[in-house]
C-alpha cells in the first residue's frame, strides 16, 4: 500500500519561509517523480513543479522560479519543497503527488494528505 | 503556458442522472489528459488518464474521451458518492495546467 505522509500544517508570517516533506512508504522511493501542486483557500488546483527522487533534477512552475527549492533525502524516502519570499497569496494547502506507472504518459495516482502552509502577519 | 477551462462551472443533478462535463485545451494535447475528483478537505482522486483509460479502483459509470483540444468526462448514472468537483489536467508540456473544477452538487 503506497503512502503519501506530510508535515504538519504551519503559520508564517509575510517574508518568512516554509518547508514542507513529503514521505514515501510501500513503493519505489526512487522509481516515480514527485510533484507539488497547491490550493488556495476555495480555489483551483495549480503546479508548482516536479522533482526526480533519484537524481534529485527539479523543474518549477515559472511562477514559482526563484522562490521554490525541492530536495530529496533517499536514505528516508522523502521530498522536501521549501518555499521562500512568502506572501498572503501564498496560503493554500500544497500537495505531493507521485507519478503512476502509466506507460508514455504523467498522471497523480497517489497524493499526501495536504498541508496548510497559512502567512499572516 | 496551455489554458484549460472546463464547462460548466457547477452542476446541479440527481442520483442517477447521466453528467457529462467537458474540458478544452487552448491548444493541441493529443491525449495528455486526465481527470480528477476531489472532495471537501481531501486530496484529489485519479479518475481517467490520457483522455479515456479508467484508473484501477474507479467504477465503470466513469469514462473519458477526446483528443486534440476536447475532451469530456461522463458520469453514465450518478451515485450519492459521486457529488464533488471534478478537475482535468493537461499533461503534454511540463506546466501540467488544470482547470478551474466543475462542481457536481446534489438537485
Known amino acids: 500500500q503506497v503512502h503519501l505522509v506530510q508535515s504538519g500544517a504551519e503559520v508564517k508570517k509575510p517574508g518568512a519561509s516554509v518547508n514542507v516533506s513529503c514521505k514515501a512508504s510501500g513503493s519505489s522511493f526512487t522509481g516515480h517523480y514527485v510533484h507539488w501542486v497547491r490550493q488556495a483557500p476555495g480555489q483551483g488546483l495549480e503546479w508548482v513543479g516536479i522533482i526526480n527522487p533519484s537524481g534529485g533534477t527539479t523543474d518549477y512552475s515559472q511562477k514559482f522560479q526563484g522562490r521554490v527549492t525541492m530536495t530529496r533525502d533517499t536514505s528516508t524516502s522523502a521530498v522536501y519543497m521549501e518555499l521562500s519570499s512568502l506572501r498572503s497569496e501564498d496560503t493554500a494547502v500544497y500537495y505531493c503527488?507521485?507519478?503512476?506507472?502509466?506507460?508514455?504518459?504523467?498522471?497523480?495516482?497517489?497524493w499526501g494528505q495536504g498541508t496548510l502552509v497559512t502567512v499572516s502577519s | 503556458d496551455i489554458q484549460m477551462t472546463q464547462s460548466p462551472s457547477s452542476l446541479s443533478a440527481s442520483v442517477g442522472d447521466r453528467v457529462t462535463i467537458t474540458c478544452r485545451a487552448s491548444?493541441?494535447?493529443?491525449?495528455?489528459l486526465n481527470w480528477y475528483q476531489q472532495k471537501p478537505g481531501k486530496a484529489p482522486k485519479l479518475l481517467i488518464y490520457?483522455?479515456?483509460s479508467l484508473q484501477t479502483g474507479v467504477p465503470s459509470s466513469f469514462s473519458g474521451s477526446g483528443s486534440g483540444t476536447d475532451f469530456t468526462l461522463t458520469i453514465s448514472s450518478l451515485q450519492p458518492e459521486d457529488f464533488a468537483t471534478y478537475y482535468c489536467?493537461?499533461?503534454?508540456?511540463?506546466?501540467?495546467?488544470f482547470g478551474q473544477g466543475t462542481k457536481l452538487e446534489i438537485k
Open positions: 503527488a507521485r507519478v503512476g506507472s502509466f506507460t508514455g504518459t504523467t498522471a497523480f495516482d497517489y
Open positions: 489536467q493537461q499533461s503534454y508540456s511540463t506546466s501540467y495546467t
Open positions: 491548444q493541441s494535447i493529443s491525449i495528455f
Open positions: 490520457a483522455a479515456s
